[in-house]
């Protein structure tokens, strides 16, 4: 008789055990991260890293960056002299037949070379890459922005009731598009076709 209780009191045992286990297991397999999204969270890290550093620098040295604006308007009014408007800046004012227009730190394209800027630096490859994708960026975020400018005075002195659907939908959403266009064109052209060196990860 005892052993026969014993028996049943082990057998109890296993199959509470085997309940337990089978309630609370004790591992927890957590999800494996693929590479692409190892890569990602590796790009998306530095590149807030970098555009809160940007934006600190520039919200704390903001004064210092008019010239920016003045500088954009007196070449803006340049380049529609050349194309036979009657133009004049005046500081930030741009004052071009019937129409004018005022140049501030979003018209610079500043904003745009900043969230470019920061997509360089956090895309991992190498310095000479991302010196490269600087230097070539810069200039062409600048030559799309005074492009945008001349275009919208144009729409401003021709049809100015759609300037506004033009300045504040049109250019914002193209101009989205071109940053995303440039930097696809740094990584295929100069990153993947390995112009310096050979790619780090």
Same mark, same amino acid.
């Given at each position: 008789?005892?052993?026969?209780?014993?028996?049943?009191?082990?057998?109890?045992?296993?199959?509470?055990?085997?309940?337990?286990?089978?309630?609370?297991?004790?591992?927890?397999?957590?999800?494996?991260?693929?590479?692409?999204?190892?890569?990602?969270?590796?790009?998306?890290?530095?590149?807030?890293?970098?555009?809160?550093?940007? #934006?600190?620098?520039?919200?704390?040295?903001?004064?210092? $960056?008019? $010239?920016?604006?003045?500088?954009?308007?007196?070449?803006?009014?340049?380049?529609?002299? #050349?194309?036979?408007?009657?133009?004049?800046?005046?500081?930030?004012?741009?004052?071009?037949?019937?129409?004018?227009?005022?140049?501030?730190?979003?018209?610079?394209?500043?904003?745009?070379?900043?969230?470019?800027?920061?997509?360089?630096?956090?895309?991992? #490859? #190498?310095?000479?890459?991302?010196?490269?994708?600087?230097?070539?960026?810069?200039?062409?975020?600048?030559?799309?922005?005074? $492009?945008?400018?001349? $275009?919208?005075?144009?729409?401003?002195?021709?049809?100015?009731?759609?300037?506004?659907?033009?300045?504040?939908?049109?250019?914002?959403?193209?101009?989205?598009?071109?940053?995303?266009?440039?930097?696809?064109?740094?990584?295929?052209?100069?990153?993947?076709?390995?112009?310096?060196?050979?790619?780090?990860?």
């Amino acid at each position: 008789m005892s052993r026969s209780k014993n028996d049943k009191k082990i057998k109890g045992s296993r199959i509470h055990d085997q309940r337990s286990r089978s309630i609370f297991p004790k591992k927890i397999e957590l999800p494996k991260l693929s590479k692409k999204n190892v890569q990602i969270i590796r790009f998306i890290g530095p590149y807030l890293f970098y555009i809160a550093l940007f #934006t600190g620098i520039y919200v704390v040295f903001q004064e210092r $960056f008019i $010239f920016l604006s003045t500088a954009t308007a007196s070449a803006l009014s340049v380049i529609m002299s #050349t194309f036979g408007v009657e133009s004049s800046a005046y500081g930030q004012s741009v004052y071009m037949n019937d129409f004018s227009v005022r140049v501030i730190d979003e018209c610079t394209g500043m904003y745009e070379l900043l969230v470019y800027t920061g997509c360089v630096l956090a895309y991992p #490859t #190498t310095i000479k890459n991302k010196v490269a994708g600087i230097i070539l960026g810069i200039p062409a975020i600048l030559i799309i922005n005074m $492009f945008r400018l001349m $275009f919208l005075s144009f729409v401003g002195m021709m049809y100015p009731a759609l300037f506004s659907y033009a300045h504040y939908y049109l250019w914002q959403v193209t101009f989205i598009f071109l940053i995303v266009f440039a930097m696809l064109m740094w990584i295929e052209k100069i990153v993947k076709s390995k112009v310096f060196e050979k790619q780090v990860y």
